[in-house]
């Protein structure tokens, strides 16, 4: 077929040996494109594990991992650990960060079934590297996936970071889920149906989350009740689960409900539960009851608010002190960031609705003197809220927006203000 040269605008024609050089250069272009983003994927993962391994090296070296762990820990103990981060430096140093270190923290818990060193990785992702590592030490029977990620969620108390870490290794070792209920490791109470849907989760979620969204499910609820239900003073395990598990019946058989009447219910119910232990769910309507409940939540709501006087942003290093509580931890400020005591119930009130979470729920812990509550400001913006014992001086929970991870840049500024003020902070927080 001949091809027209001139400039008639006539479309060019091109011969079949044409077709086939311009398909073999249109394919050795894309090769070349295919090889160049290898390229750069190799070269961005190569980047980030030389940065992991700078992290460990400079800031948290394998010693301090392991005196981090356990207090107790024995030699035998001591020594796998040791092998374990010695392993991850040598083959994955991706994983020697938060969230995956808050796992490997708590399989010190638990005695091990095979030596660190014989493990090699598996996958290109940092999660499936994860859970081929959990398998190998503490897997004697395949398990769910997802049941290996509850172990890195913080559980802000270490009681129940040691029981998420051993209800995981039980069912992966083969032990009977129905042998776990009622006992410290699963202080809750479930039907057939609510272990099988706590042994089979969709994805990844914290332990208590599981649990309820198991309670949830196997009562007919929904679960968008399961996700509100953590947003309340249920999303750690209370005393007298018996009751706790016929409120959330009750919730299930009268919803759908939105969240706020959700959190106003439960909120109520706990500070009511707390002076009379013998309060029952029967004989409760969903009108009287939510209307008492908003009731309640709104003389807290509208409690008055103290003034506090701040001081100048003027050291960028310790940063200046601004405000204190009764305990006598006081807050700072730095040169872009602040830590700022919550004083009052509506504080604790505004701050669990502007970062989602369940901070109002704790108003009995703040008003007792219990606990002590702050928040973390970076560029004049909300970034954490933090949970102080303020007996023993330590911190309980840190939780950013909707319940999130600390970042590394927060947790530098959380590690300034605890050490001016002699706070300790846990290892599964760190």
């Not at 995981?168 to 479930?190: D, F, H, W, Y």
Request: charged letters at 30%; glycine letters at 6%; hydrophobic letters at 35%.
């Amino acid at each position: 077929m001949g091809v027209d040269m001139g400039c008639s605008g006539r479309k060019k024609h091109y011969s079949c040996a044409e077709r086939a050089l311009l398909r073999r250069k249109a394919e050795k272009a894309c090769k070349a494109r295919k090889r160049d983003r290898e390229q750069r994927q190799q070269e961005r993962r190569k980047r980030e594990e030389l940065h992991a391994v700078r992290w460990v090296a400079f800031n948290r070296n394998p010693e301090k991992l392991i005196s981090e762990c356990e207090n107790n820990l024995s030699d035998a103990k001591r020594a796998q650990v040791r092998d374990l981060f010695a392993s991850l430096v040598a083959r994955r140093p991706g994983l020697l960060c938060n969230p995956f270190m808050n796992g490997f923290r708590a399989f010190a818990y638990v005695d091990w079934l095979r030596d660190p060193e014989t493990w090699r990785p598996q996958g290109k992702s940092l999660d499936r590297a994860y859970r081929a590592i959990a398998a190998h030490l503490l897997g004697e029977y395949p398990i769910n996936d997802h049941l290996w990620d509850i172990v890195m969620f913080p559980a802000g108390q270490r009681r129940l970071h040691r029981a998420t870490v051993r209800f995981v290794s039980g069912l992966a070792c083969g032990r009977s889920l129905r042998n776990m209920v009622g006992t410290k490791i699963l202080p809750v109470p479930l039907t057939r149906r609510m272990q099988h849907i706590l042994a089979n989760p969709p994805r990844s979620l914290s332990y208590v989350h599981l649990v309820r969204r198991a309670q949830v499910l196997g009562f007919g609820g929904t679960e968008k009740l399961a996700d509100d239900l953590m947003q309340t003073a249920l999303r750690q395990f209370r005393c007298g689960e018996d009751y706790w598990a016929t409120v959330i019946h009750w919730l299930c058989r009268n919803g759908p409900l939105d969240r706020l009447t959700t959190r106003q219910i439960v909120d109520y119910l706990d500070d009511r539960r707390a002076e009379d232990e013998t309060l029952t769910m029967k004989r409760r309507g969903l009108e009287r009851l939510a209307r008492d409940a908003e009731r309640y939540y709104r003389r807290y709501y509208e409690s008055p608010q103290p003034v506090r006087r701040w001081a100048d942003r003027s050291d960028p290093g310790y940063g200046q002190w601004a405000g204190r509580s009764k305990c006598g931890i006081q807050g700072m400020q730095g040169d872009n960031w602040e830590v700022r005591p919550i004083t009052t119930a509506r504080q604790m009130v505004l701050e669990g609705n502007i970062m989602h979470h369940c901070l109002a729920s704790f108003r009995s812990f703040l008003k007792n003197g219990a606990c002590s509550y702050w928040t973390l400001y970076r560029f004049g913006k909300r970034k954490l809220n933090i949970e102080v014992n303020n007996e023993s001086r330590e911190i309980l929970t840190m939780a950013g927006k909707a319940n999130r991870f600390p970042r590394d840049q927060e947790l530098h500024l959380i590690r300034i203000w605890a050490a001016a003020n002699n706070v300790k902070i846990p290892e599964f927080l760190r």
